[in-house]
């Protein structure tokens, strides 16, 4: 248990439907990201929130829609997916975006297939 | 530009000693982090260093040498729980975590 918790924990998906998901940290952190883990590549960094509001969106498409209405809570809105969206989506939480430690607590993820 | 390498995957018995290594390119860096990832749960926070040496923490351990662009993470006596991905993360000067693609660690009896 890592204070972060993601549902759903698995998602099937036809490009034509949208869905969410969403995560929920107990552990009072002010930071919170969206992370993309495809197999045997690097974590990407999708969003990252800091204080409710969004400071980073790396070049995600707008396919992709995060919404975070408080610092416990963040959503991610799919709509009209690609099959090469298929992958494991992490939240991530941290106490501040700049820490100087840097330790980010991960849920355990939602995986996601597009068919 | 900013690059980091580990190995694909690793194989080791239990109870012996493996080393995983991370070598890393980058203009500016604020630590260096590794992470543990069983199949189908969450990376968990292992070790973080910052400054060139060793530090221990148990059986684990993690060496960095910012000369040479180069960290270790040493893992002693292991136990099959020890099972796992292992991921190397790079703190760059914007305090952004750049991830290697992970090492695959295979335990076997």
């Known amino acids: 248990e890592t204070g972060v918790t993601q549902t759903p924990r698995h998602l099937v998906m036809g490009m034509t439907n949208k869905k969410s998901l969403k995560c929920e940290q107990h552990?009072?952190?002010?930071?919170m990201y969206w992370y993309k883990q495809s197999a045997k590549k690097p974590l990407e960094l999708m969003f990252v929130?800091?204080?409710?509001?969004?400071?980073e969106n790396n070049s995600v498409p707008s396919r992709f829609s995060p919404e975070c209405p408080n610092s416990s809570h963040l959503f991610l809105h799919l709509h009209t997916l690609q099959p090469e969206d298929s992958a494991l989506y992490l939240c991530?939480?941290?106490?501040?975006?700049?820490?100087?430690?840097?330790?980010?607590?991960f849920g355990e993820g939602s995986r996601l297939t597009v068919l | 530009g900013q690059n980091i390498d580990q190995p694909t995957e690793m194989t080791a018995t239990e109870g012996a000693i493996v080393q995983i290594n991370c070598t890393y390119q980058?203009?500016?860096?604020?630590?260096l982090f590794w992470y543990q990832q069983h199949a189908g749960e969450a990376p968990t926070f292992l070790s973080y260093?910052?400054l060139d040496g060793l530090e221990e923490k148990g059986r684990f351990s993690s060496f960095l040498s910012r000369s040479k662009g180069y960290s270790y993470l040493l893992l002693k006596e292991l136990q099959m729980k020890d099972s796992a991905s292992y991921l190397c993360?790079?703190?760059?000067?914007?305090?952004?975590?750049?991830w290697g693609a992970g090492t695959k660690l295979i335990i076997k009896p």
């Open positions: 991530a939480s941290s106490q501040l975006r700049d820490s100087h430690t840097g330790e980010l607590f």
């Open positions: 980058t203009s500016g860096f604020n630590g």
């Open positions: 552990l009072g952190h002010n930071a």
């Open positions: 993360a790079l703190m760059d000067s914007n305090y952004q975590l750049i």
């Open positions: 260093n910052v």
């Open positions: 929130y800091n204080f409710k509001e969004q400071t």
